[in-house]
C-alpha cells in the first residue's frame, strides 16, 4: 500500500515537473550569446572579452567606474574563424588577438567548416 503511494507521488510529481518544464530546442541553446575570454590589464581599469552572438565573435572592452562595454571589432557573421589569445597589455592601451587559422592547429582547416569560411591566415592587432 505504501508503496502503491509512493509511485502515485513520484508519478504527479513528474508529471507537474513536465508541465512547468520550459520547451526549448538546442537551436536555442546553442546560439545563446555568450561572452569569454575574459582578459584585464594589470596596471588600468581596463578588460577585454571576446563576445559569442549565434557563432559571430567580436571584441568588447569596458573602462572602469562605470564598466560600459564598447565593441572594437565588426566581424560579421559565423564565418569559421574564431578569435583565441586574447591579450591586453598591462596598460590598456593594446589589445592582442589571433584570428583564422591561427587557432585552428597545423592543417589551418576551420574550426566550424559547415559554415561557409575559407582558411586564411589572418590575427589581429587593436589600439
Not at 21 to 48: G, Y
Request: net charge positive; with cysteine; glycine share 8%.
Amino acid at each position: 500500500m505504501l508503496l502503491c503511494a509512493m509511485k502515485r507521488i513520484l508519478f504527479f510529481f513528474l508529471l507537474s515537473t513536465i508541465a512547468f518544464a520550459q520547451k526549448f530546442t538546442i537551436e536555442q541553446v546553442m546560439s545563446a550569446p555568450h561572452p569569454n575570454q575574459l582578459v584585464v590589464a594589470k596596471k588600468a581599469t581596463r578588460v577585454a572579452w571576446v563576445f559569442n552572438d549565434r557563432g559571430e565573435e567580436n571584441i568588447w572592452v569596458a573602462d572602469g567606474a562605470e564598466w560600459q562595454g564598447r565593441r572594437l571589432t565588426s566581424y560579421q557573421g559565423d564565418n569559421g574563424m574564431p578569435i583565441a589569445a586574447l591579450t591586453i597589455t598591462p596598460d590598456g592601451k593594446t589589445v592582442i588577438f589571433s584570428r583564422g587559422s591561427e587557432t585552428t592547429g597545423k592543417d589551418s582547416s576551420p574550426t566550424r567548416p559547415h559554415k561557409y569560411a575559407r582558411p586564411s591566415n589572418k590575427s589581429g592587432l587593436l589600439m
